[in-house]
């Protein structure tokens, strides 16, 4: 993983980098499922971004094409210790992946 892989989508499917709104994670060109993805990996994502922390994260569907895009980043898991200071250090699956968009990662 490298921190230039992720970014963020408002609800009309535009990228964006502004604190503090809602957008949908997008990894390289597809989005990202939240099978094992934690507070943690929210953190580290959004540190990735050029953010400090985020603020919070769910999962869903975000906006109505979400079907246009494949689901591209699996099991992100990053344990919650001290260890793990870059989303670069966490585990995951490229491509192979078990979900449906009803399980994007949604981070504000």
Known sequence: LQESDFSLL???????????????????????????FNDKAADLVCQAMGFQSARGWRSGYFYQ???AYEILLDNLSCYDDETISSVEQCSYTIGDHNCGHDEDVILT
């Open 65 to 67: 094409d979400i079907d």
């Open 10 to 36: 408002n609800e009309l499917g535009d990228s964006f980098s502004q604190s503090g709104q809602e957008g949908l994670l997008m990894f390289r060109n597809g989005t990202v499922c939240d099978d094992v």
